[in-house]
């Protein structure tokens, strides 16, 4: 089969640092490439380079048998090169039609737009996919999912012959991945080749017919998905071994300690009579789709969704949780979904990051505050969970996706908490991180802390949960206890 890329010998730094160190990347027609690696290995610049947004310090560029020295992003798209970005790099505040139909107007360079030729081109886009949208529907109202087939039916517009996707399923449900995935199908079945850029172990192995993967902007291995398996996977990406047996021993009910909390026929704005009972050092999984209720329930006891029915006990007292400061002085700390815009002051050092929630225990009797003990205290917690950075005072926004979940975590472990809530725990963090994560909450349960684990990746779920609660419809559809919690009880329970 005849290679539609080549990349040989790419080299590529930033300012001394050396971001890609003589990278070679074969892909072959027709096929569905896996480029994977933890974050900072190299592969967002390897799909700048290949897209002719970086130019490389040194390697050669071959596209459907074409050599380049160097590239510009047009002539990337004239070969046939088309990138959907995380971001889909969509216009939110224009149409369905005129995102689709833009490019062609503006390549044609027609001064005069005509409405009837923007539908034909945007009918004839959604259509090559099979995508049923309202074409005039701005995109800023349409879920996720449409704006990414979107991107998907303008990158074929172009007539593309190579689509890289990067990070394609990060914000999707599972019905969403698996609607994604038959598309991907259909393309191939078209000739049309796919990178897709993923750390998704699940995902890498469903959808790939060859992997390539990048560690500190070096290759490690490329080959054919069939002679991967996970444990290779997350050694080749990682340089490390990870002893997973451990982390999926589940505690049965009689080892179980006292309780701390207690919720009966609990209902507030998207879910209602909700009952479960939460104990020291239980980790409890909360499980469903998005819009099962999970998300308002994990902010209804954290003081964010006021419950108009129902009861909630700590440690055998019922409380109203009337708002975020009831909850943290009853000792109950939410790690929230969204990181980057409710979890995080982007801007502001890691230092600060982790110390917000401590300032008034750190503070003298007078309110002042020594900066060497709120340095000491992030050092503790940086070097505590492991966060990778040369120095704490950077801002937390320069770290990875995994360091920064560290950081959140950081800041309310900070404030000993008696249940700790984390929903989402790992979205968006590579393999390595996601392990240590695992890990940490498997010891602080050992340690008695009472944790819930809100999530629908059920391999995330039977990794770390001594039980879970299956939501649907913003109902409680089922409880699956230890040695009932597999993957196909929990898609039986979720249906």
């Not at 790939?208 to 291995?221: K, P, Y």
């Not at 002893?243 to 049965?252: F, I, P, Y």
Request: charged share 25%; hydrophobic share 40%.
């Amino acid at each position: 089969m005849e290679n539609i890329l080549s990349v040989k010998g790419i080299q590529k730094s930033f300012g001394g640092v050396h971001a890609l160190k003589g990278v070679d990347l074969t892909i072959k027609k027709g096929e569905i490439h896996c480029l994977a690696g933890e974050n900072g290995c190299g592969k967002s610049t390897i799909i700048k380079v290949i897209s002719g947004f970086y130019q490389p310090d040194e390697g050669t560029i071959e596209i459907d048998q074409k050599r380049y020295s160097a590239m510009t992003p047009s002539d990337a798209i004239r070969a046939g090169v088309q990138v959907i970005y995380q971001d889909f790099s969509i216009f939110p505040n224009l149409t369905v039609i005129e995102n689709l139909a833009f490019n062609q107007v503006l390549a044609n360079r027609k001064k005069l737009v005509n409405r009837k030729e923007f539908r034909r081109i945007a009918q004839e886009a959604v259509a090559k996919i099979n995508f049923e949208v309202d074409l005039n529907a701005l995109v800023e109202t349409l879920p996720v999912a449409d704006k990414q087939l979107i991107a998907i039916s303008r990158a074929l517009l172009e007539n593309a012959k190579l689509i890289i996707m990067d990070e394609p399923t990060t914000a999707l449900t599972k019905k969403e991945v698996a609607r994604l995935f038959e598309i991907i199908g259909d393309l191939k079945k078209r000739g049309i080749t796919i990178l897709f850029v993923s750390h998704k172990l699940d995902e890498v192995f469903e959808i790939s017919d060859s992997i390539t993967i990048l560690r500190s902007g070096e290759n490690v291995i490329s080959c054919p998905a069939s002679e991967m398996n996970e444990e290779k996977f997350a050694y080749y990406m990682t340089g490390r071994h990870f002893n997973t047996r451990q982390l999926t021993q589940k505690k049965e009910k009689g080892e179980l300690q006292e309780t701390v909390l207690e919720v009966e026929h609990l209902s507030a704005p998207g879910f209602e009579d909700v009952n479960f009972t939460l104990h020291r050092g239980e980790i409890l999984g909360i499980t469903g789709q998005l819009g099962s209720g999970r998300t308002e329930l994990s902010l209804s006891l954290f003081g964010l969704n006021r419950p108009f029915g129902g009861t909630i006990k700590m440690e055998g007292r019922e409380v109203d949780l009337k708002d975020v400061n009831t909850a943290q002085s009853l000792g109950i700390a939410l790690v929230p979904e969204d990181r980057l815009t409710e979890g995080l002051f982007l801007p502001q050092s890691i230092i600060r990051n982790i110390t917000v929630t401590r300032l008034d225990a750190l503070a003298n009797k007078f309110g002042v505050l020594h900066k060497k003990d709120v340095i000491k205290e992030s050092e503790n917690w940086v070097k505590e969970l492991g966060v990778a950075t040369k120095n704490h005072a950077f801002p937390v926004q320069t770290l990875s996706g995994g360091n920064q979940q560290k950081v959140v975590l950081a800041r309310w472990l900070a404030g000993h908490p008696k249940v700790l809530i984390l929903n989402g725990p790992t979205v968006g963090v590579d393999i390595g991180a996601k392990y240590d994560i695992h890990k940490l909450l498997h010891q602080l349960a050992a340690e008695g802390m009472a944790i819930i684990v809100v999530s629908d990746d059920t391999a995330e779920v039977i990794a770390t949960c001594d039980s879970a609660i299956i939501m649907q419809g913003g109902r409680m559809t089922g409880r699956l206890e230890s040695a009932d919690l597999t993957e196909a009880n929990l898609a039986k329970a979720a249906i």
